[in-house]
């Protein structure tokens, strides 16, 4: 959707282990943004981008850290995983397209932690 | 604290009637709001907008209305295909764009044939 890809689809961890979400787009869209769909909650923003080099907190920072060094990639990492971590993570991107102005969103990583 | 509120976890409607969804904000700063469609193992996708400079805003079946003194906002599906079970979620921003959205948490529609 809208150039945006997600590594991997779907992964299992265990309690303490560590892994990286990697999200990419294929345009030059600054803002890049993680979240995560739990049932019931809807969709919560962990951490944004809103542009190379810069990072700053969402609604649900806390147990992950991201980096933005490439334009294109923004990644989120899990030091040390929770079974409270599982979830759905889509990324999403900022884009004014057809004077709609929307976030377009990636597929989806699904974690679970056991 | 809930700035955007879905009450109803699931609609169901059938073939060919209207579906209504609703929701409801607290934020009085929130200019601009959105709707998008979620089916299972997808990522959302984008439906419609409305900026609160307008009252309502079509696009084919899909209409969103916008009342501002009572901080709601519905979006009517007319006339309805089961293609358009989904669930959906609305957002909201105060930036007069969708740079930073508060989502509500979903209501889940079926569309009966």
């Known amino acids: 959707n809208a150039g945006v890809t997600q590594t991997p689809k779907f992964r299992v961890l265990k309690t303490g282990q560590s892994m990286t979400l990697l999200c990419a787009q294929d345009m030059n869209h600054e803002y890049m943004y993680w979240y995560r769909q739990d049932p019931g909650m809807g969709l919560r923003l962990i951490h944004y981008?809103?542009?190379?080099?810069?990072?700053a907190k969402g609604e649900v920072p806390d147990g992950y850290n991201v980096s933005r060094l490439k334009k294109q990639n923004f990644l989120l990492g899990l030091e040390s995983a929770a079974p409270s971590q599982t979830s759905v993570y889509f990324c999403?991107?900022?884009?004014?397209?057809?004077?709609?102005?929307?976030?377009?969103f990636g597929p989806g990583t699904r974690l679970l932690v056991l | 604290d809930q700035q955007v509120k879905q009450n109803s976890p699931s609609l169901s409607v059938q073939e060919g009637r209207i579906s209504i969804l609703n929701c409801d904000y607290t934020?009085?700063?929130?200019?601009?709001f959105l709707w998008y469609k979620k089916y299972p193992a997808e990522g959302p996708t984008f439906l419609i907008s409305?900026?609160?400079?307008?009252d309502k805003n079509e696009d084919g079946r899909f209409t969103v209305f916008l009342n501002k003194s009572a901080k709601h906002l519905s979006l009517h599906i007319v006339p309805s295909q089961p293609g358009d079970s989904a669930v959906y979620f609305c957002a909201a921003s105060n930036q007069g764009g969708s740079e930073k959205l508060v989502f509500g948490k979903g209501t889940k529609l079926t569309v009966n044939p």
């Open positions: 409305i900026s609160s400079i307008k």
């Open positions: 981008s809103v542009g190379e080099g810069t990072t």
């Open positions: 934020n009085s700063m929130f200019d601009y």
């Open positions: 999403a991107i900022h884009s004014l397209r057809e004077a709609e102005e929307t976030q377009y």
